[in-house]
């Protein structure tokens, strides 16, 4: 049998090794069907040579926003998924957004199809955002969501529209016990927020600075904790999104030292931003709105570097983007922008772009040199294969190994690419009008992306040579536990007491 595609002279990584150099990749009908030395040739195999890079499976990037009405200036699935092969993701976890008002989630379900639909660049799938989860909805909807590949759902413990109270929160993790979905969190106080906001506004502080006065640490840490309670208590695993602050992660490394299944994540801005940016500049005071996103960026680079701790030592599984970016300056008087169009921070839609970036941002502290912060393998756990296991999908993704998916990414060698390459606006594939990395020198770019063995990205011939018809829907299944065990005993309850209630 010949391969369609052999990949050779790099240096593979997987999330537990790096392989020799001089180990190929075979691709047969958009699969990894081998790796191993001196792969056999016909006249119909195409070669791709590495060059002596590195290769590392596809980006997995299991929170990114896209085409959701909360954000009406931010990237749709064309925009987004453009913009997410350029950095060498070739899956994206989107959301379906229910309202509050909906007593079904299966037209919100429809609708983000509908949005997606042969509208992707890179493979996609959906997390369900639950605001009103009725009895219904967890009895029989969310079988058929897990039937359908639908098979986690993200909380908020914030925000009027959308947040839930324990009590709610506790009948969708008993449901996520029963049906074996997972439960991703939106970890904030909400009625501390509400209380400064309120406070804030009648003294007339409104810039966007005091958005990340509005949401302090105590808030993320409040909430994180009772999350973490609410799932000991009812045993499920969950996963805390968008982690930004030492003292609330320092909860999930204690539950995860107990072997809880308590899940977390954090994303690029938490590693390299500070709340300063918040503060605009000469030019423009109102610059900061383009770094308002939630939980707030903070203050202390003793946080940036906590997050840094967790991306080594394991409190993570996943690196995210979560991109939920606004555009910055109106464009034709119909797309509103945030600057003129937004008065007060609190009407300031939250959320950064980062789906190119995330790679390329990490990567340049992934490795052996004396700035590292990560092992190469570290790097791939973090931003392909956890994500995969933790979301259904490993086995297809996630993986540099027989039967996945020949979803690849090429690295230059760093030989060619001496200088590294400058993050700039004008070289991104998002739709909207800045990035807050802006300046930023990364050590290194994917120079090519595969998707299912078709080449998608060519950095150096043509730039983004996929089609937005490329993309396929991914029917998940139920996702796996990455860190810790269930059926642990909870805190202050005697063993088989649960058994009377669960
Ligand atoms: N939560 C997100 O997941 N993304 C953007 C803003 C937010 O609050
Ligand atoms: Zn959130
Ligand atoms: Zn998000
Ligand atoms: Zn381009």
Request: hydrophobic share 35%; aromatic share 8%.
């Amino acid at each position: 049998m010949g391969f369609d595609l052999i990949v050779t002279n790099g240096i593979i990584v997987t999330a537990s090794e790096v392989l020799s150099p001089g180990i190929e990749i075979g691709i047969k009908n958009c699969k990894i069907s081998c790796v191993g030395l001196f792969l056999p040739r016909t006249e119909n195999t195409q070669i791709i040579d590495a060059r002596g890079g590195y290769i590392t499976p596809g980006g997995v990037d299991s929170h990114v926003h896209f085409a959701q009405d909360n954000c009406p200036t931010g990237d749709d699935f064309t925009t987004g998924s453009r913009s997410a092969i350029a950095g060498g993701t070739t899956t994206v976890i989107a959301f379906a957004s229910q309202e509050k008002t909906e007593t079904t989630v299966l037209p919100c379900v429809e609708k983000y199809h509908t949005r997606a639909k042969d509208q992707s660049y890179c493979d996609y799938g959906f997390h369900l955002i639950l605001t009103n989860p009725t009895p219904k909805i967890m009895a029989t909807e969310m079988l058929l969501m897990i039937e359908q590949g639908i098979t986690s759902v993200k909380l908020y413990m914030t925000y009027e529209p959308m947040k839930l109270g324990d009590a709610q929160v506790l009948d969708v993790l008993m449901a996520a016990r029963t049906l074996g979905f997972t439960t991703m969190v939106h970890a904030e106080n909400s009625d501390m927020i509400s209380l400064i906001t309120d406070r804030l506004e009648s003294a007339g502080h409104t810039a966007p600075y005091f958005h990340a006065i509005s949401r302090p640490q105590i808030a993320e840490n409040e909430a994180t904790y009772r999350i973490i309670s609410l799932a000991e208590l009812t045993d499920v695993p969950i996963l805390i999104v968008h982690m930004s602050s030492e003292t609330a992660m320092k909860h999930v490394r204690k539950a995860q030292t107990r072997m809880l299944p308590i899940h977390a994540e954090t994303c690029p801005q938490y590693l390299f931003l500070l709340s300063e940016r918040l503060k605009g500049t000469h030019e423009d005071a109102f610059e900061g709105a383009k770094c308002v996103c939630s939980p707030p960026l903070r203050h202390d680079p003793k946080d940036l570097e906590a997050m840094w701790q967790g991306i080594a030592n394991g409190t993570f599984t996943v690196f995210s983007s979560d991109h939920a970016p606004s555009n910055y300056h109106s464009s034709g008087g119909k797309k509103l922008g945030l600057k003129g169009d937004v008065m007060s921070y609190r009407d300031i839609p939250n959320g950064v772009p980062g789906v190119e970036t995330r790679l390329p941002l990490l990567f340049s502290y992934a490795g052996r040199e004396k700035d590292s912060r990560l092992s190469l393998q570290r790097f791939v756990q973090l931003t392909s294969s956890d994500p995969a296991k933790m979301y259904g999908l490993e086995g297809v993704k996630g993986n540099i190994a027989v039967g996945y998916d020949a979803d690849i990414v090429i690295w230059y060698n760093e030989k060619d690419l001496e200088e590294g390459v400058t993050i700039q606006q004008s070289e991104l594939h998002h739709g909207v009008d800045y990035t807050p990395f802006e300046g930023m020198k990364v050590k290194n770019w994917p120079r090519l992306t595969f998707l299912r063995g078709k080449k998608v990205w060519d950095r150096d011939n043509g730039g983004v040579v996929g089609d937005v018809l490329d993309g396929k829907f991914l029917r998940r299944g139920k996702g796996k536990i990455v860190v810790g065990r269930t059926g642990g005993e909870v805190n202050g309850m005697l063993p088989g007491e649960r058994d009377f209630w669960c």
